[in-house]
């Protein structure tokens, strides 16, 4: 006996996508108006928060020195380690530059990977004889907000000797 | 005579074109997203910041402003304008010993954190020095040793502008140069 199937009524097979595309529009309008095309980029992490401040001025390119509870980097590359001392004062345990390290006042590590560092920009500015790009001792900082000054201080002291003598302090910008 | 009905079309537009649009914008903006703004503050070093112009003063000129703040562990310094801070002179400070800051911690003692000391008494205390000296922009941070980097930033931000002493056209600049000198007192 030949049966006949019974055909099931055709169904629709087009998924409603309306609303996801509503919603991908929203998320699409809310990553535009957050897109920024900063050339400047923190990495935070445990050791690196840096501090609020009023400051409006955007950052610009430049060598990027990172000091973090632990490590001093320069454009991402680890350079020295910081130790951990008892301050002389507050009897305070404080970040410090180990002894060992210290050539008078310089950071002889942290000296001679900036001098490198000038000397290719100039070499870099004279050569493109474009006055943008010529070496104006232009340096990032970006410091952990509990570094103490004294670390700050032999640091700074050390990229002027290494011909920077511009810092600019990243900071986070205050809503 | 019956009318030939034309047959209803879908009325659905086809966005999946679209979707696939939107799926590959999505993962590239969330990459290029930045939720934190950076932005940074201009300091130099000591001996090659801005030339000052170092002219001849006039009889009746005011003594040069020379403004530094010692941000210590038991308070604030403000030094170089004793004149304007003490109207009734400055209190006696005995030989060999240091001198108490200007504007003490809030808990008094030692400050325990950044908002322990007494920014709104400094930037009091700075639009009075700056109402003396309209033309004057420099002012030298001495931090001491163990003062934390959070607090020097707070002294430049109060040091640089008055965001409440505006006049209409954003906040008041108080002294933009700031610079950041060595030695601890």
């Known amino acids: 006996m030949a049966t006949k199937k019974a055909r099931r009524p055709e169904v629709d097979t087009n998924l409603n996508i309306n609303s996801m595309m509503d919603m991908m529009t929203i998320i699409l309008v809310f990553l535009l108006k957050s897109y920024s095309a900063s050339d400047v980029s923190v990495a935070p ?15 610009e390119v430049a060598v990027n020195l990172v000091i973090e509870q632990g490590q001093i980097l320069v454009d991402g590359v680890p350079v020295l380690q910081l130790g951990r001392k008892a301050d002389e004062e507050s009897g305070k345990e404080l970040a410090s530059i ?6 008078g006042q310089n950071i002889g590590k942290l000296y001679d990977i900036l001098f490198e560092k000038a000397e290719q920009a100039k070499t870099l ?51 | 005579m019956a009318v030939k009905r034309k ?34 503050i ?18 009746d000129d005011k003594p040069p402003l020379q403004l530094s703040l010692a ?16 109207p009734d002179g400055a209190p006696e ?4 010993e ?15 954190n950044v908002e322990d000391y007494d920014w709104d008494s400094l930037q009091q205390k700075l639009n009075l020095i700056k109402d003396e000296y309209p033309d004057d922009e420099n002012v030298i941070l001495v931090p001491a040793s163990d003062t934390q980097y959070e607090i020097i930033v707070r002294a430049m931000d109060i040091a640089r502008e008055d965001a409440e002493a505006g006049t209409g056209d954003g906040p008041r600049t108080l002294f933009p140069f700031v610079v950041v000198a060595g030695g601890a007192m």
């Open chain 2, 93 to 96: 400070v005995a030989e060999g």
């Open chain 1, 98 to 103: 180990p002894e060992d390290e210290m050539q």
């Open chain 1, 125 to 175: 500015g004279e050569r493109s004889n474009n006055p943008d790009l010529a070496f104006k001792g232009r340096i990032l900082l970006q410091v952990d907000r509990e570094m103490p000054y004294s670390v700050l201080r032999s640091v700074m002291y050390t990229a002027g000797q290494a011909q920077f003598g511009e810092f600019k302090f990243v900071v986070y910008k205050q809503e």
């Open chain 2, 42 to 59: 201009d300091s130099t070093l000591p001996a090659i910041g801005p030339p000052t112009e170092v002219e001849p003063p006039k009889p």
């Open chain 2, 7 to 40: 047959a209803i079309e879908d009325p659905d537009l086809n966005l999946t074109p679209i979707m696939n649009l939107v799926t590959i914008l999505i993962p590239f903006l969330i990459m290029a997203a930045q939720f934190v703004q950076l932005s940074v």
């Open chain 2, 71 to 86: 941000l210590k562990g038991d308070g604030i310094v403000v030094l170089g304008a004793d004149q304007i801070i003490y």
């Open chain 1, 45 to 59: 992490s445990d050791n690196l928060t840096l501090p609020f401040s009023s400051a409006q001025k955007a950052p």
């Open chain 2, 98 to 112: 240091k001198r108490p800051p200007t504007l003490p911690c809030k808990s008094g003692g030692v400050c325990t």
